[in-house]
């Protein structure tokens, strides 16, 4: 579990920012739930033989004897929240949330145990054009970081009846090759074969290329929903391989699934992740509602950003240097009142005294771009000394009364 440090928090902040301004332009409004849920209601969700479920979960008794876990992702508490709150009476329902998500995997580059997740999802709406507009969507958020490089991979899981079918050729199959495979494949041959085929062994993948396929199983309805949604991709410009092999980690997923992948952060190159879920409402104790969503790695997306995105930082603009006394308080009021009237402006005000020289110090530390000096004597004059602390233009002094219109100015030049 990790720090998040204030030198990378505007990356952070440019990544919340635009999800919530992006979401909020294809009309999907913030939901907020718990992050701890009963145990239960991810079991459910999620699957009693996924990886995240049966090895991954925070999971514990509080003092009542109540089985509780950390949540280990957002949708199982989302369809929750929308079924105990009455919500699907106006579906469809665009509903997008942001935070840590917990799972106690093997730490390792690209995966931590507390991570952080935006997700979007829509309850009510069948699909294809919504599977569709979702991938547009994403496609503008990475247009706003700045971010390049992104493929999508695209596959059918089809019905859970087709998926049953196939199941059960792919486990002969497997299982006809027993002895080749690895300790995670034969741990997951019986409970969960479909997520074999996600193994990045290498020699797993070389014995897949014999393996029977999915798309071989699906009915004339799920190929002509499956198809009817690539065209809609290819209308709407947004690029993408069918990757016949790509499954999802959770249960709950049929139809359409996707994943936008990076090659520049590793092995663990998936930012974002998902698919149509029409069963998972059913198992919540719902009607069958249809629903398709996403989520995407915040910590995957910030590194991308590191790398890709130029670098910015929330310096001040002013430091304050308070010479005396009598200045401090005088210097505390007059930072408020630069802050209240020149908007954007960022004043950092010097603390706990000290020299002048240390004070320059400091001021110089903070990355500042101006220095300014508030002694007795300017105290007494009216006037304020403003020193260029990161170009030789020297210093100017200017009447108190001016230093709005100064810094606004300012401010507009730097922008
Ligand atoms: P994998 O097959 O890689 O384990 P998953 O099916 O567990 O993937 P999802 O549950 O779909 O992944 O999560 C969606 C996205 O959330 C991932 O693509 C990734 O960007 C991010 N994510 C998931 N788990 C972690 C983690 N432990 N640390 C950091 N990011 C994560
Ligand atoms: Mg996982």
């Not at 410009?237 to 590793?266: A, C, K, M």
Request: charged share 25%.
């Amino acid at each position: 579990m990790h720090d998040v440090l204030p030198s990378e928090m505007h990356l952070w902040h440019k990544l919340e920012q635009t999800v919530r301004d992006v979401c909020s332009a294809y009309g999907f409004s913030e939901i907020r739930v718990p992050i701890v849920e009963k145990t239960e209601l991810f079991a459910r969700a999620i699957g009693d033989a996924t990886d995240v479920v049966e090895k991954e979960m925070y999971a514990f008794e509080d003092r009542n004897g109540d089985l509780l876990s950390l949540r280990p992702e957002g949708t199982a508490g989302v369809v929750r929240a929308v079924l105990q709150n009455g919500l699907l009476y106006a579906a469809p329902v665009r509903l997008w949330y942001m935070g840590p998500m917990f799972r106690r995997e093997r730490p390792q580059k690209g995966r931590t145990r507390q991570f952080h997740q935006v997700g979007a999802e829509i309850f009510g709406a069948p699909g294809p054009d919504v599977d569709a507009e979702l991938l547009v969507m994403c496609q503008r958020i990475w247009r706003e970081l700045g971010l390049d490089g992104l493929r999508l991979e695209v596959n059918s899981l089809g019905t859970s009846d087709e998926r049953a079918r196939y199941r059960e050729n792919l486990h002969a199959f497997l299982s006809a090759h027993k002895s080749e495979l690895d300790g995670d494949s034969l741990r997951r041959l019986d409970r969960n074969p479909l997520r074999i085929l996600d193994s990045k062994n290498p020699a797993m993948q070389s014995l897949l290329e014999g393996a029977p396929v999915l798309s071989d199983f699906l009915g004339q309805e799920s190929a002509s929903q499956f198809s009817g949604f690539r065209r809609l991709l290819d209308d709407l410009d947004v690029p993408y391989n069918v990757n016949p092999r790509l499954v999802r980690g959770l249960d709950y997923y049929s139809h359409v699934v996707f994943e936008w992948i990076t090659d520049q952060l590793g092995a663990q190159g998936t930012v974002c992740a998902g698919g149509r879920y029409d069963g998972l409402v059913e198992i919540q104790g719902g009607k069958p509602w249809p629903g398709v969503g996403f989520a995407m790695g915040q910590e995957r997306l910030v590194e991308l950003m590191r790398s890709q995105a130029e670098p910015e930082v929330q310096t001040p603009h002013v430091y304050l240097v308070l010479a005396g006394e009598s200045a401090v308080s005088a210097g505390l009021s007059l930072a408020e009142k630069l802050r209240e009237e020149v908007s954007g402006i960022r004043v950092q005000s010097n603390l706990g005294g000290g020299s002048f020289k240390a004070q320059f110090k400091r001021a110089d530390r903070s990355g500042a771009l101006l220095a300014l000096v508030l002694g007795e004597d300017e105290l007494r004059q009216g006037l304020v000394t403003i020193k260029h602390l990161r170009n030789d233009l020297g210093q100017e002094q200017i009447a108190l009364t001016d230093l709005e219109i100064w810094f606004r100015k300012y401010l507009r030049v730097l922008n």
